[in-house]
């Protein structure tokens, strides 16, 4: 079981659960406590997050260039994204972890994207049995 | 994983942890000095607060220091997410 928490700081709750991001050119994970955010269909690096990725945020969108380009629609906009390949590390209670490569979102190195916690969204959390209580502070991944 | 290696990332799993913790700790202090700034502290020291991304990766350069040797933390005004 991989155990998160709800985060109370940004002023709302905020369940949230630490997550390791490799790059091909930073292959020891950068641990990032991510939002569990149900409404996403993708996950989503912000670009404070990206700062532990061994690259400066602007860097990596410009090596990340066009061709990365990814349309996505949040509540009533829609805005430019790029896809980077990278690796996710979820440590479990106890000492496992999981391990994969796949993708994840960039945001640009923008004052909107300031301060917001990058996001976990359905392309990683459907391969868990997710639990979320908020009374009891529980915020829960089991692997399927 | 090579024992090494995977010491290394169980060492950034836990430092991860006390970045975390040292936030939940400090945020309310610091978000009252520096809103809307990037804090910068190395340990438990204050290094800097400064107002962008660019002036953020500029200082880190002239200092010669990256993550994971400093925390940064974005002072966000605490409003409720909708994302």
């Given at each position: 079981m991989i155990r998160g928490y709800f985060d109370q700081t940004g002023g709302s709750l905020e369940p949230k659960v630490q997550v390791g991001i490799t790059t091909p050119w930073h292959p020891l994970p950068c641990f990032i406590d991510c939002l569990v955010d149900t409404g996403a269909g993708v996950s989503l690096l912000m670009p404070e997050d990206a700062l532990?990725?061994?690259?400066q945020a602007e860097a990596l969108w410009r090596r990340l260039g066009p061709s990365a380009e990814v349309r996505v629609r949040p509540v009533g906009v829609s805005v430019s994204l790029r896809r980077m390949s990278c690796g996710y590390h979820l440590a479990h209670e106890g000492g496992a972890r999981e391990e994969w490569s796949s993708t994840i979102l960039v945001a640009p190195p923008?004052?909107?994207?300031?301060?917001l916690p990058s996001i976990l969204g359905w392309d990683v959390l459907r391969r868990f049995d997710l639990r979320l209580n908020a009374a009891l502070g529980l915020v829960m991944l089991d692997s399927l | 994983m090579p024992a090494n290696v995977e010491a290394a990332v169980e060492a950034a799993r836990r430092r991860a942890l006390d970045e975390r913790a040292f936030w939940q700790r400090q945020y309310p202090d610091y978000l009252k000095r520096y809103p809307g700034q990037f804090v910068v502290v190395k340990g438990s020291e204050f290094l800097a607060a400064v107002p962008d991304l660019k002036a953020l990766e500029a200082l880190l350069a002239k200092w010669g220091l990256s993550r994971p040797d400093v925390m940064v933390r974005y002072m966000r005004e605490p409003l409720p997410l909708l994302l």
């Open positions: 532990g990725l061994g690259i923008e004052p909107e994207y300031y301060g | -």
